[in-house]
């Protein structure tokens, strides 16, 4: 499991979305970029549906995760 709290596209607070992980400065929750990319959903898709995420929040989400995953098949 990714851990987030060094990702700066993201954040969590207890009292927002049940402190689940958001894209930073919005209520959007992070699981939500995931099931829309598996539904076929492209990067530019999911910044159109959900506006106050950016193109650059979403690529930094991916980037991070992806990293993580690197490190966690090094070991």
């Given at each position: 499991?990714?851990?987030?709290?060094?990702?700066p596209?993201?954040?969590?607070?207890?009292?927002?979305?049940?402190?689940?992980?958001?894209?930073?400065?919005?209520?959007?929750?992070?699981?939500?970029?995931?099931?829309?990319?598996?539904?076929?959903?492209?990067?530019?898709?999911?910044?159109?549906?959900?506006?106050?995420?950016?193109?650059?929040?979403?690529?930094?989400?991916?980037?991070?995760?992806?990293?993580a995953?690197?490190?966690?098949?090094a070991?």
């Amino acid at each position: 499991m990714t851990n987030w709290d060094t990702c700066p596209a993201v954040e969590r607070k207890p009292g927002k979305v049940s402190g689940a992980w958001v894209f930073a400065g919005t209520r959007i929750p992070l699981y939500a970029l995931y099931e829309n990319l598996a539904g076929g959903a492209t990067v530019d898709d999911f910044v159109e549906w959900f506006p106050g995420v950016d193109e650059k929040q979403v690529r930094t989400v991916l980037e991070y995760e992806a990293q993580a995953l690197r490190t966690a098949l090094a070991r």
